[in-house]
């Protein structure tokens, strides 16, 4: 069964870098665009980036554009998304994406 695996959350001071894990199992990383997703409280869930399936083009939302980028590793069938410069307004539950399938969210805190 297809899922995907989150790991890498956690709290990290301003200023600090964090770098999040999306491993898929049952399809490739390759084979469908992701999302990374973020969810703050009392607010909606934001797209944070995305990289594509066939020229694996990532891309991230203007909020974040030099601080985040997203990258893949097919020999380990996941996607990462790295954060630096965090800023304690990027607190949220972060949510990788694929198809129809969703991870099953991490924290990050940034909190100094």
């Known amino acids: 069964q297809a899922q995907l695996v989150q790991s890498g959350g956690g709290l990290v001071q301003p200023g600090g870098s964090l770098r999040l894990s999306c491993a898929a199992s049952g399809f490739f990383v390759s084979s469908v665009p992701l999302s990374w997703y973020r969810e703050a409280p009392g607010k909606g869930r934001e797209l944070v980036g995305r990289i594509g399936y066939s020229d694996g083009e990532s891309d991230s939302v203007e909020s974040v554009k030099g601080r985040f980028s997203v990258s893949r590793d097919h020999a380990k069938n996941t996607v990462y998304l790295q954060m630096t410069s965090l800023k304690p307004e990027d607190t949220a539950m972060y949510y990788c994406?694929?198809?129809?399938?969703w991870g099953q969210g991490v924290q990050v805190t940034v909190s100094s």
């Open positions: 994406q694929a198809a129809t399938f």
